[in-house]
C-alpha cells in the first residue's frame, strides 16, 4: 500500500471526536485515526477542540454547537473551504464530509476529492444539484442511500466502522431495552415506547434533544414519560455507551424514514447486543436477521420478535460486527478509493489550484 498525503475536512458544528452526539465526526474520528495507525500522512481540519494523532488544522477554536455567539454557520464552514483550498497542492487527496457545501471548489483544488454523503438523499432539491456537479466523486454509506439520486457520480460504497476495541461484550444483565441517538420524528421513539409498554419490558432512552425538535419532544414524547416502565436519561457520552448499550437486553431502532446508515446499531452489535430495527433505508443492509438481532415492519411484529431475545447469542452478535464493522476495514476501503481518484499522480503532475480537474468513476 502506498503511503498518501491525506486531508480530512470535518464539519464544525461538533469537535473531533464530539463530546456527545455527533455521528459525522465520530465517524470522521475513527477513519481518520485508523488511517494513521495504517501509516498514510493525515491531516485533519477541524475545530481547535478536536483530539487526534493526525497534523490538526484549526479552522476555529470550539465547536460550532457549544458557542453560545454563533448565529450562522455558514460564514465559518467558508473559511474552512478556503483553507482548504490554498493548501490543497499539499495532498494527494482531500476528502469532505461537509455535505454539498464544497462542490464548486472541488473544481479548483490541487488535488484530487471526493465526499461522503452522510445525510438523506431523497431531498426534492438535490437531484438538479448532482446533475450540475456530474463530475463530483462521492461515496455512499449504504446502497439504499443512493436510491434517490442514482444519477450522482458514485465511485464508492463504505459501510461506517467502528475501532474493535472500542466496545466489548456485555451480558444484557440490566434486562431493559435501550434507545439511543436523538429524540426526532423519524427515530420514532414514540414507537419504542410503545413496544415498551407492550412486551413489559423496561425502556432507557439515552437521546439528545435538538432545538428544532423541542417542540415535537414536549407536545409528542415527553407526555408518554410518565409511566413506570420508561426512563429518560438524556445524551449520553461515548464513555457511558459501553454500560448502557452493554447491559441492555435490545437496542431498539423503529426509525420511519430512509436511514443512511445508522451508526447506534453496529454501536449495539461491538457490545453483543441484538437490534431490533425497522426494514426502512440502510437497516436490511446493516443487519443479518436472526445473527445481529430481528428485522421488523409493525410494532405487531416487533412485539412477537422481542419474545425471542431471550437466548440471543451476543457473542455471534459481536463476531458480526468484527467482521462487517471495524474502522479497519472502513479506512482499507476508503484507501481503495482514494488510490483509485489520485493514482500514481505525483504533485508536479497536477494542475494549478485554478485549474478544473474532473472525477469520473
Sequence with gaps: MNRLRIAQVA???????PQGYGGTERIV??????????????????TGDSETEAKLVPVREAALRL????????????VLLERVLASSAQF?????????????FGRRLAAASVTTLHGRQDLPDLPQFYREFADAAVVSISLAQRTPVPHANFVGNVYHGLPDDLYHLGSGAGGYFAFLGRISPEKRPDTAIEIAKRTGVPLK?????????LEYFESEIEPLLDHPLIEYIGEVSDQDKQEFLGNARALLFPI????????????????????????RGSVPEV????????VFEDVDQAVALAA?????????????????????????DYVRVYEQLAGPTSRADRPSQRGWIRHTA
Design 287 to 294: 443487519m443479518c436477521d436472526g445473527v445481529s438481532g430481528y
Design 308 to 332: 425471542k431475545l431471550g437466548d440471543f447469542d451476543r457473542a455471534g452478535c459481536r463476531a458480526y460486527f468484527e467482521r462487517r464493522f471495524t474502522s479497519e476495514r472502513m479506512a482499507l
Design 11 to 17: 464539519p464544525l458544528f461538533e469537535s473531533v471526536p
Design 67 to 78: 458557542d453560545p455567539s454563533v448565529r450562522d454557520w455558514i460564514p465559518h464552514h467558508v
Design 92 to 104: 494527494d487527496v482531500i476528502h469532505f464530509h461537509t455535505d454539498v457545501l464544497q462542490m464548486p
Design 205 to 213: 432512552i439515552a437521546a439528545k434533544v435538538d432545538a428544532a425538535d
Design 29 to 46: 474520528s475513527y477513519l481518520t485515526e485508523q488511517l494513521v495507525q495504517q501509516g498514510h500522512d493525515v491531516t485533519l481540519f477541524a
Design 256 to 279: 420511519d424514514w430512509p436511514e443512511p446508515f445508522g451508526l447506534v446499531m453496529i454501536e449495539a452489535m461491538a457490545c453483543g447486543t441484538p437490534v431490533l430495527a425497522r426494514s
